[in-house]
């Protein structure tokens, strides 16, 4: 039986303890709900279980047209609806339909999230442990504890928390506004979809390069502007004629003293 003071273990761990995919998944799942570690996975795991058992014996029962089986399964569906797990009208179908999320998405620490009470669900978390959070009149400090739906809008802060003040800075801003948890379908592609994929981006950045080194050829360098005095230097170039040197002409070098005879004869 077991002493009294130490409960026994409210989950099952998984059969084998290396699986990659199961690995991953849990890691996914205690990053987006911020959770402790992968038992408290294994705790939601165990209540779907037994919740997806006693679905599976009493779809058995109910064919045979058992009074009390049909008692036990709307019992079942007014638990689950009362935790906002089902809707209203819903089946035993339906029950072997949840999954783990569905469970995870009704505990304390996600609801304070998804109300705005709280940043992150890791914060959401703290608050909870700490005793910030209060639930209808009772404060309390079970980040899994399970919400009803008349539970669900009396959540909020403790009177003496100091989180009523709007301006403390622990409190979300007003413009915040929290996401809904969502699920994510990730497909893995295939190696012959991946190598496609990388030649398709290769041709595109090869092309444009060629192009590229062609329209640098072609481009011819650009003039340099001249300035004021080039341009003026050049027109006095031109108006200046060249005499045309015959062929055959040597020029001669005239004497001192002829130069004295032409300079006598100009003066007088």
Do not use: C
């Amino acid at each position: 039986m077991g002493k009294p003071k130490f409960s026994r273990k409210k989950y099952e761990k998984p059969s084998h303890p290396w699986q990659a995919d199961r690995i991953n998944q849990e890691n996914e799942l205690v990053k987006k709900y911020g959770l402790k570690n992968k038992r408290e996975i294994w705790k939601a795991q165990t209540r779907l279980r037994k919740y997806r058992g006693q679905a599976r014996e009493l779809l058995a029962k109910v064919q045979t047209g058992d009074v009390q089986s049909k008692k036990e399964s709307n019992q079942l569906l007014m638990h689950l609806n009362s935790l906002s797990i089902l809707p209203a009208n819903s089946t035993l179908d339906d029950v072997l339909a949840l999954d783990t999320e569905s469970i995870l998405g009704r505990r304390l620490q996600t609801l304070t999230y998804l109300k705005g009470f709280s940043s992150t669900p890791n914060q959401a978390r703290q608050l909870i442990t700490h005793g910030h959070i209060l639930v209808g009149d009772h404060k309390v400090t079970i980040p899994g504890y399970m919400i009803t739906k008349e539970e669900e809008s009396e959540i909020g802060y403790t009177p003496a928390s100091p989180l009523n003040d709007v301006t403390h800075p622990a409190r979300p801003k007003t413009e915040f506004k929290s996401m809904p948890v969502k699920k994510e379908i990730i497909t893995e592609k295939k190696p012959e979809e991946k190598k496609e994929e990388i030649k398709e981006d290769k041709k595109p950045q090869e092309e444009p390069a060629k192009k590229d080194d062609k329209k640098q050829q072609l481009v011819k360098p650009e003039k340099k502007e001249e300035t004021k005095e080039e341009s003026m230097k050049k027109d006095d170039k031109k108006e200046q004629p060249v005499k045309p040197e015959k062929k055959g002409e040597i020029k001669k070098e005239k004497k001192p003293q002829e130069v004295k005879k032409e300079k006598n004869e100009e003066e007088k």
